[in-house]
């Protein structure tokens, strides 16, 4: 078998968003695509390690940020890279929220989704969870960021909790 | 609600195939997503009415042959404007099966993945079937056909049963 073909599927890259009372947080997602039309419903696959899983459980909303081709890695990193159990993140990130109080972030953004959840499927390590759009709107003109962008042309990492992450070869030393 | 704000999430295209005794049957379809690592398990997207679902349902198998970029147009008509209950979509087309007896394309096909139907979760007017990765192997180096280059460069339509389907607008003349 070889796992490498996985490699071949495509992905964009999101930042799925959620709510618990007034705190938000918010984590880089490639596992994100529409799932019917009528209605239209999206899905989103997150680990459920993440702060975000918990607030999507709890609130029943997400909003999906589609993010831009230009997007700079140092964004992707607060998203991907670090728990919102550790910081505020977007303190320092351009956001609005919805009508019902999802936030959602505007820089580096082409547009974004906001979903009530109606359906949810546990996999393993992780949960799909779908839900009806209710609202979306378009925030800028460009091209999408594409996961074989941000792998190929940025050669920027995949975090441990992706549905996509490769564990590194196992070498003879073991860890103590 | 701008609904074209959905046109900017990224997919691939792929033929996903599955069988029922000797049968075969494909279809295109573009909500195809890894959703864990650990094992790796495929997620497919497909709607109700199409005959590639019912034999999922039924043999508990499919495949997805990943297309590449280079994909011609008469291809992709084949197994994604035709049905399996009118034609034999493989009977031109360059294919092989493997071990379990899943039929998977190999004419303009990067690699391909067979799994095991792990989960199922009943989305609507849609079916997500989740299975777990039992095979895997790339048959070419090349690139992915995209969605954006289907649309775009291609000018590709979007068949009814597809999740990304957008209903031509409603004009004053009523269908009789």
Redesign the interface.
């Given at each position: 078998?070889?796992?490498?073909?996985?490699f071949?599927?495509?992905?964009?890259v999101y930042v799925v968003s959620s709510k618990k009372g007034k705190k938000y947080n918010g984590q880089i997602a490639?596992?994100?695509?529409?799932?019917?039309?009528?209605?239209?419903?999206i899905?989103v696959?997150l680990s459920k390690n993440n702060l975000t899983h918990k607030y999507i459980q709890q609130s029943k909303l997400f909003s999906v940020s589609?993010l831009e081709k230009e997007t700079p890695f140092k964004f992707i990193g607060i998203f991907g890279f670090r728990s919102g159990r550790d910081l505020d993140k977007f303190k320092e990130i351009s956001h609005k929220t919805t009508d019902r109080g999802t936030p959602y972030v505007t820089e580096n953004t082409?547009?974004?989704?906001e979903c009530e959840l109606?359906?949810t499927?546990?996999?393993?390590?992780?949960t799909?969870f779908?839900g009806k759009?209710?609202?979306?709107?378009?925030l800028k003109q460009g091209e999408?960021l594409?996961?074989?962008i941000y792998h190929e042309v940025k050669k920027g990492k995949t975090p441990k909790n992706?549905?996509?992450?490769?564990?590194p070869k196992k070498t003879e030393t073991k860890e103590k």
């Open positions: 078998m070889d796992s490498t073909t996985l071949d599927i495509s992905y964009g490639n596992a994100v695509i529409q799932v019917t039309s009528d209605p239209p419903k899905l696959c589609i082409l547009g974004y989704l109606t359906e499927l546990d996999v393993g390590t992780h799909i779908v759009l209710v609202e979306a709107e378009k999408p594409t996961y074989a992706a549905p996509t992450y490769v564990k």
